[in-house]
């Protein structure tokens, strides 16, 4: 990272955490995803479970088999190999009320809201209410000016390459936006675009955690 990009990217993460203090969220500033890693696994103390989602900002650190060897942590995760989708969701339905969540977030305007799309729900519904801390890693390239341009991201960059990546993963997943790359507005029943969350603050102080890093991280 240049200087210029290194001092801009400080000085937007720091009106951003501003911003969050006024919304009653926490934030944080890091310049590396190394030095993001070892600030969350910092922030989580056994004994607890944490719910694994999924994210692509999260698991390019690496940080789900670290997790899972902090002491006293009972990572639940609906991920593991051989999971029938029946016991997969039975294990985010009890993320709901896991302590801690670590995920991303597809957008965050420079006024400090969070802007979430998701597939089967459980994630904004996390976010919202039930893990007693919420901690999102955001990579600056997620930083908007506002709510239309949040929307204008989510749908036209983060849907499309979230679908790619699936369907690198299993060729059978391909909704519309995987054969153009645009968003079609479809109803398709792979359709990861099914509930919006729009969070603007937190009535429980400090519950909700933003780790800002200074370099790209997922879509």
Known sequence: MDEPTRKFR????????????KRRMHGSYVETAGQARELVLSMIKGPCSVIRCGS???GSLGLWPKIAALPEV??????VAGLTPQEGDERRRR???????VTSCNAVTLDGRLINLDGTGNRVAAMIF?????ILVVGMNKIVSDLDSAMDRVRDFAAPMNNLRLS???????????KDGRCHRCASPQKICNAWSIIEGQRDE???????????LGY
């Open 74 to 79: 009972d990572l639940i995760d609906p991920y």
């Open 168 to 178: 690198a993963l299993n060729p059978a997943h391909e909704p519309p936006c995987t």
């Open 56 to 58: 692509e900002s999260v």
């Open 130 to 134: 039930g893990p007693r801390k919420v």
């Open 95 to 101: 993320g709901l009320t896991a302590d801690i969540m």
């Open 10 to 21: 400080q000085m937007t993460a720091e009106r951003l955490i501003a911003h969050f203090k």
């Open 206 to 216: 400090g519950r909700i955690h933003v780790v800002l890093v200074g370099e790209d």
